[in-house]
């Protein structure tokens, strides 16, 4: 059973330009989650999908943001525009639902540098 | 906002007990007690959840207080590997979304 995969690893990139980053969920997990982390903080939720379907956003999705799950499956993440705030490692998580408790599980994360 | 309060580091010698505390005190009935861990520049690893009674797998153990007001995560026999932060989380499962705290450093020495 393969994990979450994120893609790419790493990111550096020129303020103004547009990047996206993709992720991969755990086979057969229906909710797919995006959350940001900046250095030295925790993680912090983005937006989520059931399914194909963005469910909730957070207020930290600016309208730069965009992310898709076009066929339920893997899921992108763009960004527009790129600021140096940007600059964060983007983590991508997946659950089975409904299933008890909804445990997420996490990729390994894509870290964006913005210059 | 996090819900949860953990001491911000923590330290353990090798092969000893890593014991980690986390207060809860607002938990709701229907919430779970969840713990992750973050290994420097890698994404959250999952280690165990519980809702009112103890849990056991092969990572670690979580000991819920009869209250649920407080948890404890242990470590049986710490490693240089379990070098990380962790971080205690309540989750109700409708939220959909982990509200992540500065959670704890966890130092192993050897």
């Known amino acids: 059973d393969t994990g979450v995969s994120q893609d790419p690893r790493h990111k550096i990139t020129k303020r103004g330009q547009n990047v996206t980053f993709r992720c991969d969920p755990i086979s057969e997990h229906n909710r797919l989650y995006w959350y940001r982390q900046t250095l030295g903080q925790g993680p912090e939720f983005l937006t989520y999908?059931?399914?194909?379907?963005?469910?909730?956003k957070s207020r930290l999705l600016s309208d730069r943001f965009s992310a898709e799950r076009p066929k339920g499956s893997f899921s992108t993440l763009e960004i527009q525009r790129t600021e140096q705030g940007d600059s964060a490692m983007y983590l991508c998580?997946?659950?089975?639902?409904?299933?008890?408790?909804?445990?997420?599980?996490f990729g390994p994360g894509t870290r964006l540098t913005v210059l | 906002d996090a819900k949860t309060t953990q001491p911000p580091s923590m330290d353990c010698a090798e092969g000893r007990a890593a014991n980690l505390p986390c207060n809860h005190s607002?938990?709701?009935?229907?919430?779970?007690v969840y713990w992750y861990r973050q290994i420097h520049s890698q994404g959250p690893q999952y280690i165990i959840h519980?809702?009112?009674n103890n849990e056991t797998n092969e990572m670690a153990s979580l000991i819920i207080t009869e209250d649920r007001k407080s948890s404890t995560l242990i470590l049986p026999h710490a490693t240089l590997r379990d070098t990380a932060v962790y971080y205690c989380i309540v989750y109700f499962n409708r939220a959909q979304k982990l509200v992540f705290g500065q959670g704890t450093r966890l130092t192993i020495n050897p």
């Open positions: 519980g809702l009112k």
């Open positions: 607002t938990i709701s009935g229907n919430e779970y």
């Open positions: 998580a997946s659950s089975l639902s409904p299933g008890g408790a909804d445990t997420q599980y």
């Open positions: 999908f059931q399914n194909e379907a963005q469910l909730e």
